[in-house]
C-alpha cells in the first residue's frame, strides 16, 4: 500500500522575485524536510536554510526539524530584515510631521 500523501506549499521571495512551490509530500513531512525537497535552497544560491527562519502561516517555528506538516499548510521562509519595521514608521512619521509643520509657515 502507498505511503498517504499531503499537499504543501513552500515559498520564499526577496524584493525582485518570489517563489511558491506546491509539493506532495509523505505524510510526516517536517517543515524543514518540505524546504529540502523544495529546492529553494537551488532557485536562490544566496539563501543560507541553516540561519533562515521557517515559519508558518505568519507564525514562526522553534523546530522547523521536528514540526510536522498537516495537508494546506504554507512553510514560509523568512529572510533578514534590514531595517526595523517600527523604526522606519518613526521616521517617516517624523519626516511627515516635519513636512507639515513646514507647509504651515509658507
Request: glycine share 6%; aromatic share 4%; with cysteine.
Amino acid at each position: 500500500m502507498a505511503e498517504p500523501k499531503i499537499v504543501v506549499e513552500v515559498v520564499y521571495g526577496t524584493a525582485e522575485r518570489q517563489e511558491l512551490i506546491a509539493l506532495d509530500v509523505p505524510a510526516g513531512t517536517t517543515a524543514l524536510e518540505a524546504v529540502q525537497l523544495s529546492g529553494m535552497a537551488r532557485r536562490f544560491p544566496e539563501l543560507d536554510l541553516t540561519q533562515c527562519p521557517l515559519g508558518i502561516f505568519g507564525q514562526v517555528l522553534t523546530a522547523p526539524e521536528i514540526r510536522r506538516l498537516e495537508s494546506g499548510d504554507r512553510v514560509e521562509l523568512y529572510r533578514p530584515l534590514f531595517a526595523d519595521p517600527k523604526e522606519v514608521r518613526r521616521l517617516r512619521a517624523q519626516k511627515a510631521a516635519l513636512a507639515k509643520k513646514q507647509a504651515r509657515s509658507i
